[in-house]
DNA sequence: TATTTAAAAGGACAATTGTCTCAAGAATAA
DNA sequence: TTATTCTTGAGACAATTGTCCTTTTAAATA
């Protein structure tokens, strides 16, 4: 769940460090700031260098469903950048983010012109899709209690930084289910966090 | 739910026709035969040129998941090509499928080579994250009936092709539930097909 | 420390969805 | 036409998850 993205970050520490023509600006956010809000133009792309961030959409139920947690090297803004539409996800910082900021012709501009970075991108995608597809099909084919258990480890992880409201968003499900399934799993001995 | 990529299939359409080297073959798939399996490598990216086929994910509960149904110029194969990995989704023909094959080392050769192919892929990786995150969303926050009521002109123009088996396993239900509920959306005046 | 506010836990009940099973209808083959 | 098989539809019941609301616990602030 809290995967990082070492080559890109790298790739972009770099980068910054050979930046003369502000190109890249480093950008810091406070905990539970937003950094991008739904349905918004998109002027950068942002790649987070230290922080967690979390990447949720709002339901017309008034609900958030949050999409995935964010850490080191993960990249957003990139999807509407080469789409060339709005945002579809607010992203908020859970932890202080620092992010290195990057304007959207820029990226659009490197996509172009350094071959690497390509890769680079289009292994990012190809990976958040391979990850979305496989969560999307547990999500649907299984009880609380299964998904609870499969991320056990990434909660006991991040407990100290998330709720359990937040935990429950990603779940896509409500609090009192997701305590109730606690509850239940550490009666079990299954759980202990 | 059943989009095309136009833009990806004339470009293919147009490669095939100055392919002189056999770079890019085409291959055809009966209804109901499997294209690709879980699970295994995969040689070859596909190109629908024609048909319809869907690409799902069999879980351990034994129910499969479809993540999509596929149309023309929808593009399968390249997430394991970009990754270097073994597939992680079972595609099968549902109508009759022609697709444009071409191999992972062309495939990639032509990302590093051909620009427009290049920001096609990228666009198409794009808009496959953007549906995904979407659909996700809207699965894990609404109710059996308001997914079926979503997707009702879709279902109609699929119905003569997809079983409600297929309905149900694309939005992660059975059809037990999906039954219920479109008796209960007659009913109301609210479906018919 | 006392006071206020927010987060977490859970009781009681309702709604939703799933499991199991069987019957009706449609399609296919003998 | 008559079996045979597959798909669809649905009854009865169980399990899961949600809604609403109250209590408890923890954290923040005066």
Redesign the pocket.
């Given at each position: 769940m809290l995967r990082i993205n070492k080559e890109l970050l790298d790739f972009l520490v770099a980068l910054h460090h050979s930046d003369t023509e502000g190109n890249i600006v480093e950008q810091t956010f406070q905990p539970k700031s937003q950094i991008l809000l739904e349905n918004k133009h998109v002027f950068s792309v942002y790649i987070i260098k230290n922080g967690i961030a979390k990447c949720y959409l709002t339901e017309d139920?008034g609900t958030d469903f949050i999409q995935e947690f964010f850490g080191e090297g993960w990249i957003f803004g990139e999807i509407e950048a080469i789409r060339d539409e709005q945002s579809f996800c607010s992203i908020d910082a859970i932890s202080e983010v620092i992010v290195y900021k990057i304007s959207k012709d820029f990226f659009n501009t490197l996509l172009k012109t350094n071959e690497d970075f390509n890769r680079l991108i289009l292994k990012t995608l190809a990976n958040k899709i391979y990850h979305k597809a496989i969560r999307h099909s547990y999500n649907q084919s299984?009880?609380?209690?299964s998904k609870l258990l499969r991320l056990k480890d990434d909660f006991a992880e991040l407990a100290s930084l998330i709720?359990?409201?937040e935990i429950a968003n990603y779940l896509?499900?409500?609090?009192?289910?997701?305590?109730?399934?606690?509850?239940e799993l550490k009666t079990k001995g299954l759980m202990d966090f």
């Open positions: 139920t299984h009880p609380v209690e709720s359990k409201q896509g499900i409500t609090t009192r289910s997701l305590n109730r399934t606690l509850k």
